[in-house]
């Protein structure tokens, strides 16, 4: 079954350090990759999205991923990071094929900035 | 406000109660969602309705069970839950068809819900 892992639960890291939170789906078809963010107290809204083209993707907030095909991976990146970037964050994943109407979720990694 | 709006936002629930969530979109989108979303758990999808179809995840229990009148409004009818379905009850919708891979969701800001 198509799956879709993120590798860290929580993340701690201090303001202006360097963010990378994994992402790794298992499937070699044709696929739509999507990071969402969840702050505290607030909806689920979209970071950023892969559906074609150039495999390095900008997001808001200073965001962006690669999407690496040999790898199976969709690694969201962010240079220096605000305490106003805490929050969860998921990768989702899109697959073609049968039950292609639905996302897969991973399971979601808590990112703590520190002041 | 994402445009999708949620009520009511925190249930409290006997497990012999009857209630229901509701999810309006004005987005004029085509599908609509219900994801259940717990701790440590992938956001699981429950329901989704657009206007060519209906489907379900064949794991849902019966005691969920959806309804959507038009395009624009969305239930989730409650009855004899058990503690274990206690979760954050999401709507999403989208503009794109069921099956498009453009399909990007907008989501409503979700129902606490409590079973005792």
């Known amino acids: 079954a198509q799956s879709v892992s993120q590798h860290n639960h929580h993340v701690i890291l201090s303001e202006a350090a360097s963010l990378e939170l994994g992402c790794n789906y298992s499937?070699?078809?044709?696929?739509?990759l999507f990071w969402y963010v969840q702050y505290p107290g607030q909806h689920l809204q979209l970071l950023l999205k892969y559906f074609s083209g150039d495999p390095l993707v900008k997001g808001i907030k200073g965001f962006e991923a690669e999407f690496i095909k040999s790898k199976f991976s969709f690694n969201l990146r962010k240079p220096s990071v605000q305490w106003s970037d805490t929050a969860e964050y998921f990768c989702?994943?899109?697959?073609?094929?049968?039950?292609?109407?639905?996302?897969?979720f991973g399971k979601g990694t808590k990112l703590s900035v520190i002041p | 406000e994402t445009g999708v709006t949620q009520t009511p936002r925190h249930l409290v629930m006997g497990m012999t109660n009857k209630k229901s969530l509701k999810c309006e979109q004005h987005?004029?989108?085509?599908?609509m969602y219900w994801y259940k979303q717990s701790a440590k758990k992938p956001l699981e999808l429950m329901f989704v309705y657009s206007l060519e179809e209906r489907v379900e995840n064949n794991s849902v229990p019966s005691r969920f069970s959806p309804e959507c009148p038009n395009s624009s409004h969305l239930f989730l009818h409650l009855h004899t839950l058990q503690p274990e379905d206690s979760a954050l009850y999401l709507c999403?919708?989208?503009?794109?068809?069921?099956?498009?891979?453009?399909?990007?969701?907008?989501f409503g800001a979700g129902s606490r819900l409590t079973v005792l």
């Open positions: 989702a994943v899109k697959f073609s094929g049968a039950g292609s109407y639905q996302l897969t």
């Open positions: 499937y070699g078809g044709t696929v739509n």
């Open positions: 999403a919708s989208s503009q794109q068809g069921l099956h498009s891979g453009a399909n990007v969701l907008t």
């Open positions: 987005l004029g989108h085509n599908a």
